[in-house]
């Protein structure tokens, strides 16, 4: 099973050697294997160069641009940590040769490119790459075996290629150390981040639940624009992501308590359900950014409560419009009582109750009860 993953392709192989005519943008959390998905891209091409703005080699070659003409591919990577890297970048790709690719990588501060300033419109593809997913295991794991590995080891290519629940967490407890001690800093300031590590602490006991602002500030002893400003640090670290509930009217389902959810499951505290959850949220973003990054499909991954505590985990929306309403359970042979009564107000969508543990799949009172590693398996990535 190991040399198969070591030796596959990323799922966004063939899509960057699709997009390589404009530049191309690939982030995503750090470790997650945006460098290796890069130098799988260098082989395609005959003489190609990595440039890392972190080596002072690369970064005196980088500001005198003295890299070889015949160069078919450089990549840039950490190259936001460059000041003005943007209209950098702009003068490469405008005054490039003939049949040269740019390549693109970072996390972090890179993701605001799309947020500030229209400088590089017009000359550029993103693509956001995401931990392993079911899907993309397959052929090195059964399904279910998939699932549970992912969700005790997470997703990210060190700690599950390890094997070991040991060796994980031993991994993970450098990682959050250096992302919240380095990272964090290029937002926020030194006496922030006892706050932010306190933060980061709370939310791993509240994955699935919706986030009360309110309740951490008073937690935090800070306020609730303060815990805002704080999560949306989080998400641009990508260390969490948030899913919003679904409403027609978009504007009102913004002011509703969003739910949250790591990229990491093994990072998660709680029971094994509710690392299912977060598994499998974490896969439904990595399909939905997909279908975006490399279709331009207006998809989106939301969950749907109403008033009267009605609830599901997951609704995926194509155009704004419900197309599968997806419950998550452990072990549990009958329909969700929410999912039926969603069934019957969209009846355009389906409704599937994923199980992970589930003896025979079969349809009752409207609902696709499924086996969740074989469903997730279907996905595309």
């Given at each position: 099973m190991l040399c198969k993953i070591v030796d596959m392709k990323?799922?966004?192989?063939?899509?960057?050697l699709k997009d390589i005519r404009k530049m191309v943008f690939i982030t995503g959390p750090r470790q997650v294997g945006k460098t290796y998905l890069s130098k799988q891209i260098m082989e395609e091409f005959k003489n190609p160069l990595y440039l890392n703005y972190d080596l002072m080699g690369d970064r005196e070659?980088?500001?005198?641009?003295?890299?070889?003409?015949?160069a078919d591919l450089i990549v840039f990577d950490e190259i936001h940590k460059m000041k003005n890297w943007k209209n950098f970048l702009k003068g490469v790709f405008d005054a490039r040769p003939e049949g040269q690719a740019l390549l693109i990588t970072g996390s972090a501060?890179?993701?605001?490119?799309?947020?500030?300033?229209?400088?590089?419109?017009?000359r550029y593809f993103h693509l956001r790459l995401y931990p392993f997913s079911v899907k993309e295991l397959e052929g090195s794991a059964a399904p279910h075996d998939a699932l549970e590995k992912l969700n005790i080891l997470g997703g990210f290519p060190e700690p599950f290629l390890s094997g070991s629940a040991e060796e994980a967490a031993r991994w993970r407890n450098q990682y959050y150390t250096d992302l919240i001690r380095e990272d964090i800093l290029e937002f926020s300031r030194i006496h922030e981040i006892k706050t932010m590590r306190l933060l980061v602490e709370l939310l791993r006991k509240r994955v699935g639940s919706p986030v009360s602002f309110v309740s951490l500030s008073e937690d935090l002893q800070v306020s609730p624009n303060t815990v805002k400003k704080y999560i949306q640090?989080?998400?641009?670290?990508?260390?969490?992501?948030?899913?919003?509930?679904y409403h027609r009217q978009v504007a009102r389902s913004l002011l509703k308590a969003p739910k949250l959810y790591f990229y990491d499951s093994g990072f998660v505290q709680g029971d094994?359900?509710?690392?299912?959850?977060?598994t499998c949220a974490v896969c439904l973003l990595k399909y939905v950014h997909y279908l975006h990054d490399a279709f331009g499909k207006n998809v989106d991954l939301q969950y749907l409560r109403t008033k009267d505590g009605m609830e599901i985990d997951f609704v995926l929306t194509v155009d704004d419009a419900p197309e599968h309403l997806i419950e998550v359970k452990l072990t549990d042979n009958a329909p969700s009582r929410s999912l039926i009564n969603f069934a019957a107000r969209f009846p355009q969508a389906r409704c599937v109750q994923l199980v992970h543990n589930l003896?025979?799949?079969?349809?009752r009172g409207g609902v696709d009860m499924v086996?969740?590693?074989?469903?997730?398996?279907?996905?595309p990535v």
């Open positions: 990323r799922y966004l192989y063939s899509q960057v070659i980088i500001h005198r641009q003295s890299w070889k003409l015949n501060r890179l993701e605001t490119f799309r947020q500030s300033g229209e400088s590089l419109a017009g640090i989080l998400e641009g670290l990508y260390i969490v992501f948030l899913v919003r509930p094994e359900g509710v690392r299912l959850e977060n003896r025979h799949e079969e349809h086996r969740a590693g074989q469903w997730m398996a279907q996905l």
